[in-house]
């Protein structure tokens, strides 16, 4: 018999409880105590159009709580292939020396926005719902809190003329801190 994934647990759970106030908690615990478990919260109200609420869309939720205001309309769940096979993902990482290609952080260095260990993802420059591919050229190294961010919104990458004009505009201290950052990246 296959194991129950947190997403469905999360689903159960939810169903069981519409228009009772979740706490955050009780979401963790319905999941097996999935670390993971706002992320599939997320997905189901992102990707599958759930009606829950947060503290952002009403003031009678405090942080940390939830509401499933109503049943969810049935339509069918998205289906995501894991297409970017472990060697396409090896040679990404290496290309991009094991950095994140938006901020610059590798692995062991701490995320300054979630005070965590950086971890590496292979993210799509042109997202596969915006008609990219997973090929190598459309492939490049982000660490989580970059490849969160980044989703359907970044563009393609600057051009060597672009990113040379910024630089050229920068002031001399910002100037310093790139060539400085480029000699690390670079060093052999």
Known sequence: MSKIGSKELIRRF?????????????????ANGAVQYSRRLRE?????????????????????QYLLK???????????????SAKLRAEVLDRNGFTCQMCGLTPGDIDPFT???????????????????DEISNLRTLCST?????????TEKPSRIWL???????AQDDQRAVFEWLKR???E
Request: aromatic share 4%.
């Open 70 to 84: 109503e049943r969810p309309k049935q339509k069918a769940r998205p289906q995501f292939a894991r297409t970017i």
């Open 115 to 133: 005070k965590r260990p950086v971890r590496l993802h292979v993210g799509h420059i042109k997202d596969k719902s915006l008609g990219g591919k």
């Open 14 to 30: 939810l169903l069981a409880n519409i228009r009772r106030v979740i706490e955050s908690h009780e979401l963790q615990e319905a």
């Open 185 to 187: 990246q670079f060093e």
């Open 146 to 154: 970059c490849n969160q961010g980044a989703k359907n919104i970044t």
């Open 164 to 170: 040379l004009s910024q630089i050229r505009r920068a």
């Open 44 to 64: 189901l109200r992102d990707e599958e159009g759930w009606p829950i609420l947060t503290h952002n869309d009403t003031t009678a939720l405090k942080p940390g």
